[in-house]
């Protein structure tokens, strides 16, 4: 179970279908079963997709949502009819193992409630903590309400729980000391074979050529990610040397197109969310690939997928990250500049500290190869099948 799949545009399809796809190439006795939504990551991103697909091995149901943007409440009403359905779908089903992968807790609800009523197994894969990042987005009015409803629903869900995957270590404390007794991996994302056969190599502009470099961050523009509080300031700074480049969409492309608009700058270029083939386009034509994470608390815990997808190309990472996040490019990710969030300061340091050389990370793709971490993702789960 995963609200989003192939051909959705985000980390979770990816996760997901590079999972499915491992488990298919696996001497099996059983078959894969899929529930998940038609493509709908972005109100701007539509792509035609069947609503149910079956081959060999693999049967695929895609639920049909209301059309939503990226706001608190369409996305509630959103998962309210993916949770409706897929309950439906699942009701003559017979499963051997539920797996579900989660974001924001409710798709790893969902799998909970078809694990219990179908009296299986419950492999969870835990892409953040939904608890924490709550108590920091949420006012406090609405927190004292809702926080314990959710605390009861996270004790459900992981009381059901078999084992569970954590995609970042500064989860780690967060849910073993809340349930020590279940079993944790810690299979990351990863790099997929897409970005590694097409990243270029030498093409990043030399420091001394004078011509306007290029700073490109691709994914959502939400809370999350604090692109409204970063963007408007850092662009201002750098001014006509350099060309921002933001591809997305999401919640907060409102708030950053007017804080662009109040500092009246020019060098900011919103493009809609693209395919795939034509973001390695744009990835191999930028001199810098940009993250950004909100000043949060909940977030120096996580460990952003966009760090793996950057690192297949030779350019130089900027990124407005801390705690965990920051540990792990500052000691894993070569030709990278960490700055303290939403401190325009800092990163304008940090871009001018880069001689824009181009860095095959060779090892670091090694590593993390989205195939290679699946491989042993699908072992873990074949293995608890068999238990």
């Given amino acids: 179970m995963s609200f989003y ?10 996760r997901c279908t590079a999972l499915v796809n491992q488990l298919l190439e696996e001497e099996r006795g059983f078959d894969v079963e899929v529930i998940t939504t038609l493509p709908n990551r972005y109100a701007t991103y539509s792509k035609e997709a069947p609503k149910y697909e079956e081959r060999e ?9 209301p ?5 608190m409440i369409d996305q509630v009403r959103a998962f309210y009819y993916f949770y409706k359905a897929a309950l439906e779908i699942s009701k003559d089903s017979e499963y051997a193992l539920v797996f579900a992968t ?3 807790l409710f798709t790893a609800f969902l799998g909970a ?23 920091d987005v949420l006012p406090s009015k609405f927190s004292v309400v809702l926080m314990p409803i959710l605390n009861l629903i996270e004790k459900y869900t992981f ?15 967060y849910f073993e000391k809340r349930y020590p007794s279940l079993e944790y991996d810690y299979y990351t994302n990863g790099i997929d074979r897409e970005f590694v056969r097409t990243a270029k190599e030498g093409d990043v502009l030399d420091s001394h050529s004078g011509g306007i470099k290029t700073i490109l961050y691709a994914g959502n523009i939400g809370e999350g990610q604090g692109l409204h509080k970063i963007v408007p300031g850092l662009a201002e700074a750098l001014g006509c040397d350099f060309k921002i480049q933001i591809i997305g969409d999401g919640g907060r492309r409102k708030q950053l197109v007017e804080a662009l608009r109040i500092k009246e700058i020019d ?5 809609s969310p693209v395919p795939r083939k034509e973001l390695v386009e744009y990835y ?9 994470l909100n000043d949060y608390d909940a977030f120096k815990k996580v460990l952003p997928s966009k760090v793996f997808e950057y690192a297949a190309f030779n350019k130089p990472i900027l990124a407005g990250v801390s705690g965990y996040s920051a540990k792990f490019i500052d000691e894993c990710v070569v030709n990278s500049e960490v700055f303290p969030p939403c401190d325009a300061s800092a990163a304008v340091k940090a871009v001018k500290s880069f001689s824009y050389n181009s860095t095959p990370r060779t090892e670091f793709i090694k590593d993390y190869a989205r195939g290679n971490i699946m491989k042993k993702m699908s072992k873990s789960i074949l293995e608890l099948m068999g238990s």
């Fill in 57 to 65: 091995g693999i049967k695929i149901h895609r639920v049909a949502l």
């Fill in 159 to 173: 009381g059901k729980a078999s084992r569970v995957n954590l995609v970042s270590e500064g989860f780690r404390d």
């Fill in 67 to 71: 059309v939503h943007q990226s706001g």
């Fill in 5 to 14: 799949y192939e051909p959705d545009l985000c980390a979770g399809s990816f």
């Fill in 267 to 271: 060098n900011v270029e919103l493009i």
């Fill in 284 to 292: 191999n034509r930028a001199d810098i690939l940009f993250l950004h």
């Fill in 102 to 104: 989660s974001s924001r």
């Fill in 113 to 135: 409630r078809v694990s219990r009523m179908k009296k299986v197994l419950l492999y969870l894969d835990i892409r953040d903590i939904f608890l924490d990042t709550l108590k």
